[in-house]
């Protein structure tokens, strides 16, 4: 397992990273219901992984219900007393609660939501505390200034965000240097193959300024682990069968080109389409770790071995290519004239 610093940060961390969203099985008021695996497969695997050198793990309060996910991680945590081989990362920002103040990045709720999930995960201190989507309704000198303050108190040891746009992170990042506040060190971001968005503004930005990626659902929800063909419908039990909307939206002549490219190049490599997938992240600018999730043993152990998977320039290039989508304004125009953007 190769292990990077986290953006600017003397943060060393995996360069795969476990996603928890799948942890505990969710009831059937939870976006989550049946996609999860139960908590005796969920401490498994997280075993199987902190043994493979995946030291890094990503959660959110969110995820389940009432902290599910949160929940089955701490109390892997009291049971194993391997808190500290971990660096643990969660979210805050949507919903948990009724009321006005029930959702938000305010002061008034990050104090609430910070000692909410340190009790779920039964442990004195967070390693990376994330907003999990920018606060329009707050300013972002008030979120920064409660996050510095839990810093300084030592509940939280670096700080990120997750969906941010590019304008907001780079206001929080000069607004972090102009007033002397803890300065994020990692953006979280859909990022795959067939999610390329960010590549415009986002990337730039965080390489410009020190922010390690951290790509979130790089395999597109599943659509790049290979198993769906045009026309038929998904594999029973997978997340695109019931996310028919996702899968939809996915259903595009580029999409299908890019996993005809990713099928080749697994067939060369001899590898699967998901581990090339993941390997292709890997060696994008700025990428730190991928955020993959997991809800068998099984599908561990193939997406472990992104890590050690070395992909050709004419691999990376097919790749590419393959999903490629046309520029926009002012892009394209800029590119054209200078030959880069």
């Not at 610093?5 to 976006?31: I, K, P, Q, Y």
């Not at 609660?97 to 967070?126: E, P």
């Not at 193959?193 to 990337?203: F, G």
């Not at 769906?228 to 019931?242: D, I, M, N, S, V």
């Amino acid at each position: 397992m190769e292990y990077r610093n986290l953006g600017r940060s003397g943060l060393s961390v995996s360069t795969l990273c476990l996603g928890t969203m799948t942890f505990g099985e969710a009831d059937e008021n939870s976006f989550m219901h049946k996609v999860g695996c139960d908590e005796d497969t969920s401490f498994r695997i997280m075993n199987l992984a902190l043994e493979a050198g995946v030291n890094f793990w990503d959660t959110a309060d969110v995820y389940g219900q009432d902290g599910l996910s949160e929940r089955v991680i701490g109390k892997w945590f009291a049971e194993t007393k391997r808190r500290d081989e971990v660096v643990l990362a969660t979210k805050f920002r949507f919903r948990m609660s009724k009321g006005a103040n029930g959702t938000g990045a305010s002061r008034r709720r990050i104090v609430r939501c910070v000692d909410d999930s340190l009790r779920r995960l039964q442990t004195d201190r967070i390693d990376l505390y994330q907003i999990h989507m920018q606060d329009s309704d707050t300013p972002e000198e008030e979120t920064l200034r409660a996050l510095d303050d839990l810093v300084r108190a030592g509940k939280v040891l670096y700080i990120g965000c997750s969906n941010y746009a590019a304008y907001r992170l780079v206001e929080s990042v000069f607004t972090s240097e102009a007033k002397n506040l803890e300065r994020f060190v990692s953006l979280q971001a859909q990022y795959s193959l067939i999610v390329r968005d960010l590549e415009l503004e986002l990337v730039p930005a965080c390489v410009r300024h020190g922010l390690g990626i951290l790509p979130w659902s790089p395999l597109g929800g599943g659509f790049l682990s290979g198993k769906l063909e045009r026309g038929a419908p998904p594999p029973p039990g997978t997340r695109l069968e019931k996310w028919k909307e996702r899968l939809a939206a996915f259903d595009t002549d580029r999409n299908w080109r890019t996993i005809a490219a990713v099928r080749a190049v697994a067939s060369e490599l001899g590898a699967s389409p998901s581990q090339v997938a993941l390997a292709w992240l890997l060696h994008k600018p700025g990428v730190t770790s991928c955020i993959f999730g997991a809800r068998t043993e099984d599908q561990l152990r193939d997406n472990l071995k992104a890590a050690d998977l070395e992909l050709s320039s004419e691999q990376l290039k097919t790749l590419d290519d393959a999903s490629s989508a046309p520029l926009p304004y002012p892009y394209a125009m800029i590119r054209n004239i200078q030959g880069r953007w």
